[in-house]
């Protein structure tokens, strides 16, 4: 199964520097990685629990006789994947005798591996375990501290949204810790923001925007500790009466501000940070709880702190690449010409969940015998080689195109031959058209390499898709004639090029995708062009989409 050689290896030492007995379970119930303690407490060897049903091996009820699996909570909880806990369950050891435990099982995520649960147990009384603490009338329970730091990790590294993953946040401390939560975030520039004042309430978490916003500079000689806290100091322990004297920066007099609006009678503060800087401080406090923090609570706020921390510098390193990433793309996207008798529009998006460039593209020009060149295409691959692929692409297709006088097909097949040699571009599809006008009327050519055909709509909202002149992608067959197509482009008609991002996804067959795109687009041919660019993107691109699009729509104007 899976040993300590396995891909739970990993996990295994993980789970031995817990202080709890644990193990990890998959969809199926099935132990796939356990700790050493777990193994000790169970009297059984690691490798006599891995990949075994651990409802059928170690459940049992206060006689000792197997539980039903319907009325089993470990399992339930389990084969949800909710989190859940309890005091009175007995796990049977290697020599037959009964371990009472109180567990807890929560869902978690490691890395790429499948969905899992966390399961931790330790050895309880076998009367049972004591009635349910209300929050905040004692500490929490060793077993409670190590749950809550294992979903602290599983919610805040699921997500690389910065505010997500602060709410998250906020959600694990209240009210389950403290009344309230504040979170201070240090800018790039090194100004600080108060990002939330958080409170829980009947209704659930409520905010305090008026104690939101921007606050003073962190003087580097204050001893509060507020102050000490977004410098970086280990945790500390404060109430009202430490603001009361002089206070000795602005940084302070906030926190004398937030003590009076808030009633906090015991707040605790730790610093956000990571190994290379600190990013802000979580604050907790307690106003309705009676019970005042303690330097404990500082030892568990510290450790909650530094794991929100590294997930939050994640997210930022993510949220830089990808504004970086995206800031990359547009300027490797052309301004469009002005073209007389015609509108043009371009949008483009990245993939969702992609923090690279890619290598979708269009590019519209004017020709030197006065055409308008228009092309769509997609170079293979999400990363920065298939943009500078895509850049190199479009600008030996523009270089070529000038200066030839061709039609589209044989532009295309030069361009075929030419990225064996110049261009580092394994595979591509593109779509290369030409508009020519003779007198009022407009004339629409084209190649297609391996593309989803271009739609034409008309002003009536006849959509059809333009199947002729299609041939092999980009880098498969370079020394293949390619074939051309030719169409009237008619008064009023929209010209639709666009990636397959439009209308794949890894959930819908394509030909759904298509269908999906000739009816909105038909029936968005009368609005605006840009509008109907903005429409087509919002009512047809999957919601499991998870690559780039690049439209390029073109309205032939009215007749007179």
């Known amino acids: 199964m899976t040993g300590a050689d396995g891909p739970y ?40 629990l891995l990949g075994q049903d651990a409802h059928d091996l170690l459940h049992r009820s206060r006689a000792g006789d197997p539980v039903p699996r319907a009325q089993c909570r470990m399992r339930e909880s389990i084969l949800d994947g909710r989190t859940a806990q309890g005091e009175e369950e007995w796990l049977e050891r290697g020599d037959g005798t009964l371990l009472p435990v109180a567990w807890l099982a929560t869902s978690c995520q490691v890395d790429a591996l499948p969905a899992s649960t966390l399961v931790l147990f330790h ?7 004591t009635a349910p603490r209300a929050a905040g009338d004692a500490g929490l329970s060793e077993l409670e501290r190590l749950a809550l730091l294992a979903e602290t990790t599983t919610l805040l590294t699921s997500t690389l949204d910065i505010h997500e993953a602060l709410r998250r946040l906020i959600d ?26 958080a409170r829980a309430g009947k209704d659930g978490v409520t905010f305090r925007q008026d104690l939101q916003g921007p606050m003073p ?29 002089p206070l000795d920066s602005g940084v302070a007099v906030e926190q004398r501000r937030l003590f009076e609006e808030t009633g906090m009678h015991s707040a605790v503060m730790a610093p956000l ?53 995206e800031t990359m793309q547009r300027h490797l996207l052309p ?58 692409l479009r600008n030996m297709l523009r270089a070529y195109a000038l200066s030839q006088e061709r039609p589209a097909s044989k532009i295309v097949e030069w361009l075929d031959r030419a990225t064996l040699d110049v261009a580092e571009v394994s595979m591509a599809t593109l779509v290369f058209a030409r508009m020519t006008r003779q007198g009022d009327r407009c004339e629409l050519s084209w190649t297609n390499a391996g593309h989803p055909p271009p739609l034409l709509v008309t002003h009536e909202g006849i959509a059809r898709y333009l199947t002729e002149g299609h041939g092999m992608l980009l880098g498969v067959s370079p020394d293949e004639d390619r074939p051309d197509a030719t169409t009237e482009f008619p008064p009023g008609a929209t010209l639709l090029l666009y990636t397959d991002g439009l209308v794949e996804s890894p959930r819908h067959d394509l030909t759904e995708g298509l269908e999906r795109l000739r009816r909105h687009a038909a029936a968005l041919a009368r609005r605006p062009l840009e509008s109907f660019a903005d429409e087509v993107l919002a009512r047809t691109r999957p919601p499991d989409n998870d690559d780039d699009v690049a439209l390029l729509a073109v309205r032939q104007d009215p007749g007179p």
């Open 9 to 48: 290896g990993s996990v295994t030492a993980t789970l031995d520097g817990l202080g709890s007995g644990a193990y990890l379970a998959d969809e199926q119930g099935r132990i796939l990685a356990v700790n050493s303690h777990g193994a000790r407490l169970l009297g059984r060897p690691v490798a006599e």
């Open 335 to 392: 301004r469009l010409p002005y073209t007389p008798g015609h509108t043009m529009t371009a949008r483009y998006l990245p993939a969702p969940h992609a923090s690279q460039v890619g290598g979708d593209w269009y590019d519209a020009f004017t020709l030197t015998d006065g055409a308008t060149a228009l092309a769509v295409g997609d170079v293979v691959g999400h990363d920065v080689d298939a943009a500078a692929g895509m850049a190199q």
């Open 123 to 129: 050895a309880a009384a076998a009367a049972g375990g």
């Open 172 to 197: 694990l401390v209240v009210p389950r810790l403290a009344d309230w939560a504040v979170i201070d975030l240090i800018g790039e520039g090194g100004e600080v923001r108060r990002f939330a004042v």
């Open 273 to 325: 940070r990571t190994l290379h800087e600190v990013l802000g401080a979580l604050t907790l406090g307690r106003a309705e709880q009676p019970r005042p923090f303690t330097t404990a609570d500082g030892v568990l706020l510290e450790d909650i702190a530094r794991r929100a921390g590294y997930a939050l510098e994640n997210a930022r390193l993510y949220q830089r690449q990808r504004k970086v990433a």
């Open 217 to 245: 500079p962190v003087p580097h000689e204050s001893s509060m500790p507020l102050a000490r806290a977004l410098r970086g100091v280990a945790s500390s322990v404060a109430g009202p009466e430490t603001y009361q004297g």
